[in-house]
């Protein structure tokens, strides 16, 4: 199905996605995406560059600079933790809405970017495992 509109209830043309499959329905529910956004895809790209920034500086604050500032002000876990788990939860909110821009927008790339963020959210993941296990916290 290419993006055309279908008419409503009300008899004004609603636009309606590239493709109805059951798995592009699945992934629209999963996020919430109810309809076409009228926002340009330069949002989803925005909201994607922003959430590899803040992922690219968690991982410089975790492995560059935590660990030689620890050793230099003998700040442990109990600094470079938090900061990693408030980087990461940050991260993770901005992929989740990065997401929703990308299928909301119905961009043709979506299922790429998609596999993408599924393996950035599992690196995610770890991390903020590894930082909770080192508060005490599991």
């Known amino acids: ?20 499959a059951p798995a592009e329905r699945f992934m629209r529910r999963l996020l919430g995406v109810r309809g076409l956004e009228p926002r340009p895809s330069a949002e989803a790209h925005r909201a994607f560059r922003i959430s590899v920034v803040v992922s690219g500086i968690r991982c410089l604050i975790t492995y560059l600079l935590v660990p030689v500032l620890v050793p230099v002000l003998s700040l442990a876990g109990w600094v470079a933790a938090p900061v990693g788990i408030a980087l990461c939860t940050y991260a993770v909110v901005n992929g989740v809405i990065s997401m929703r821009r990308f299928w909301g927008s119905d961009h043709p790339h979506r299922w790429l970017y998609t596999g993408f963020m599924a393996v950035v959210f599992v690196v995610l993941a770890l991390a903020l495992v590894s930082d909770l296990s080192r508060l005490g916290a599991l």
Do not use: E, K, N, Y
């Open 1 to 20: 199905m290419t993006a055309s509109s279908a008419p409503t209830r009300s008899g004004r043309r609603q636009p309606v996605f590239r493709s109805d």
